[in-house]
């Protein structure tokens, strides 16, 4: 048995989720309370013998795949003022908890979700990653999962499945063919969700279906016009996995506050 479970918070998934329900958006206190409760009840449930809140940085820099896709994540929704002026009060509210805080440097909190649950996942030690966000189930591996606190699901191979109808390690290729309308990751005009699909059930990666010599006539015309935005798409999609982590597993070790 796992001597370490390790639980990631995707800490603004949670909070801004927890906030947009708040009928008064500038009680930051309600929020952090609320947000709380919640980490209360994830605790119970997963027992961690480590955990870490994971934030996204403020700055103005937007990270590498802005570069390789200028319009990467354009016209978001920008977190609300009182929320960005409140962020210490919730993270103060997370250590009084026991929970630290980790902030990412330029690179997106995606990314570092990613390094060090694969770290840890990859020792054969359990990780459970808190989020609503379908791009972590790239990672699913025997000792990583995915849990959605909100809709109570675990996001798995049968989940990814009946989603996308690809296999987890197929989804970068996915969203490379089909893109991800929200994060204006364009994929392939003119090959929408059935047709990767069809196409990853034919070919095992986006690779392979650019290297076909017998590709569908319906398609080949529209990938060979767009390779190169097709691989800069799934890059995109794809989670980096080799950030260096400024700290160690015993920094984050859960010893709980007396409440």
């Known amino acids: 048995m796992s001597s370490i479970h390790l639980v990631i918070i995707d800490a603004l998934n949670l909070i801004r989720r927890v906030h947009a329900a708040q009928h008064n958006e500038t009680d930051i206190a309600n929020t952090a309370k609320v947000c709380c409760q919640a980490l209360h009840k994830i605790i119970n449930i997963s027992q961690p013998t480590h955990i870490v809140a994971v934030f996204d940085h403020h700055g103005d820099d937007r990270g590498w795949r802005a570069e390789l896709l200028p319009h990467y994540k354009e016209g978001r929704k920008p977190m609300p003022d009182a929320l960005h002026a409140g962020m210490e009060i919730i993270q103060d509210a997370f250590m009084d908890m026991g929970i630290d805080s980790l902030l990412s440097d330029g690179d997106e909190a995606d990314d570092l979700v990613a390094t060090l649950a694969l770290k840890v996942a990859s020792r054969g030690e359990q990780v459970t990653i808190i989020s609503t966000d379908k791009g972590y189930c790239?990672?699913?591996?025997?000792?990583?999962?995915?849990?959605?606190?909100?809709?109570?699901?675990?996001?798995?191979?049968?989940?990814?499945?009946?989603?996308?109808?690809?296999?987890?390690?197929?989804?970068?290729?996915?969203?490379?063919?089909?893109?991800?309308?929200?994060?204006?990751?364009?994929?392939?005009?003119?090959?929408?969700?059935?047709?990767?699909?069809?196409?990853?059930?034919?070919?095992?990666?986006?690779?392979?279906?650019?290297?076909?010599?017998?590709?569908?006539?319906?398609?080949?015309?529209?990938?060979?016009?767009?390779?190169?935005?097709?691989?800069?798409?799934?890059?995109?999609?794809?989670?980096?996995?080799?950030?260096?982590?400024?700290?160690?597993?015993?920094?984050?070790?859960?010893?709980?506050?007396?409440?």
């Not at 063919?177 to 990853?200: D, Q, Y």
């Not at 392979?208 to 015309?221: E, F, H, R, S, V």
């Open 138 to 259: 790239q990672l699913l591996q025997p000792t990583l999962r995915i849990r959605d606190y909100f809709q109570e699901r675990w996001l798995d191979s049968p989940f990814i499945e009946k989603e996308f109808g690809v296999k987890p390690e197929q989804l970068t290729d996915y969203w490379g063919l089909a893109g991800i309308s929200s994060s204006k990751i364009p994929g392939v005009p003119g090959i929408g969700p059935k047709a990767a699909t069809e196409l990853l059930s034919l070919y095992p990666s986006l690779e392979a279906i650019l290297a076909a010599d017998d590709l569908p006539a319906k398609w080949q015309k529209k990938i060979d016009a767009h390779r190169d935005s097709a691989i800069a798409c799934k890059q995109v999609a794809s989670l980096k996995t080799d950030l260096t982590l400024g700290f160690n597993l015993q920094d984050i070790r859960y010893q709980p506050t007396e409440a």
